[in-house]
């Protein structure tokens, strides 16, 4: 049986984030995921780091606008420690969807002159539009990267490895079981995305559930597309350095189902090109679904549990690649026991699981 200080369960970007931040610390770190490292909802994921969104909740808002100003030197050392480049880009975002809130004076209102100057591709709808000082980042290159640094680090990645439940015994957490083997720790953090509710503990139940979203990725026949994030209401468009332009993305209840549909994807594309009339011969590299991890509520539980021993950080919905820095510093904050500097009582897990009783598990 393979031991640790702290085992993480789910390799998504929040799990490999929060297993680093624990390694830097010193803690031996055990990371087991169902399948292989990266492969869910962060590798589909679009990649805005859209702190000023207005449609986030106001209680995330703080942990959002820490974990953007946190992303550079985030990037910067992941990129340290994997060898490996990670397409971050800082061009902002234009938004025909106006509303951010007051939190830079680099936020601005713009004319169709401005609007026809920053982006010579668009066409002019007739919405009003907001320059908003945000990055994005390419998720697929972030999570090499992180893969990467977690090696460097000495975190022993499990993968292919289900946690079927975890072991309890004299009211703690002390482990966790698999279909293959057991692993046993001090700390358990449950980081499995919209699988979090799947692990047993016996004694609750982690609300998440799984929101599909479709997106795509084209290949512009001309080399004037969009350079910034463009927000619309019925699309989005996200520029990658390599040329890619990524089109997305619905939010469909739709239980695990990934499967995606030629439809929605031709809608997409449609509006992009509404949008951007030089996309209308572009070739469509990939399409494809993910799993965002959702919560009643909207907002991710992060944590500790009722069961000692027994964290959680799942969740995020649709900001897990933008609030992976500080759900990392945060969470190792709680697991080492002091002060994070955030309220976290709206994210906490007990707003939605009633007093439970553990009892003991002879082992």
Request: charged letters at 20%; proline letters at 8%.
């Amino acid at each position: 049986m393979k031991t640790a200080d702290t085992i993480v369960i789910g390799g998504g970007i929040i799990g490999l984030s929060l297993a680093l931040a624990l390694r830097r610390q010193g803690a031996d770190v055990i990371l087991v995921e169902r399948g292989e490292p990266g492969r869910e909802a962060s590798h589909a994921a679009a990649g805005m780091l859209a702190w000023c969104d207005p449609h986030q909740p106001v209680a995330l808002r703080p942990l959002i606008q820490a974990s953007a100003r946190l992303y550079p030197e985030f990037v910067h050392e992941l990129e340290d420690e994997s060898g490996l480049r990670i397409d971050y880009r800082r061009d902002g975002t234009i938004a025909f969807d106006p509303g951010c809130p007051p939190v830079s004076p680099e936020v601005r209102s713009l004319t169709a002159e401005e609007l026809s100057t920053l982006e010579p591709s668009l066409s002019s709808p007739n919405l009003r539009a907001e320059f908003w000082p945000e990055a994005s980042v390419d998720p697929r290159t972030l999570l090499a990267a992180a893969i990467g640094a977690a090696r460097h680090r000495g975190v022993n990645l499990v993968h292919g490895s289900n946690v079927t439940e975890l072991v309890v015994e004299s009211v703690r957490a002390l482990g966790v079981k698999t279909e293959k083997a057991r692993f046993a720790a001090a700390n358990v953090v449950n980081c499995a995305g919209a699988w979090a509710g799947r692990v047993q503990a016996g004694v609750t139940t982690i609300p998440t559930r799984p929101v599909k979203g479709q997106m795509l990725a084209v290949l512009p026949a001309e080399k004037n597309s969009p350079r910034h994030v463009v927000r619309a209401p019925e699309v989005y468009l996200v520029p990658r350095s390599d040329g890619r332009l990524l089109l997305g993305a619905t939010v469909e209840e739709a239980g695990y189902n990934k499967k995606v549909d030629p439809s929605v994807i031709r809608r997409l594309l449609n509006a992009a090109i509404r949008l951007v009339p030089a996309l209308a011969p572009a070739r469509i590299l990939e399409d494809w679904a993910g799993l965002r991890p959702g919560t009643p509520d909207d907002l991710p539980i992060l944590g500790t549990t009722s069961l000692p021993g027994y964290f959680v950080a799942a969740g995020h919905f649709r900001d897990g690649i933008l609030l992976a820095p500080i759900t990392a510093r945060v969470m190792a904050d709680v697991i080492a026991g002091r002060a994070s500097g955030f309220d976290l009582t709206p994210f906490s897990l007990s707003r939605f699981e009633p007093p439970a009783r553990f009892s003991a598990r002879v082992l």
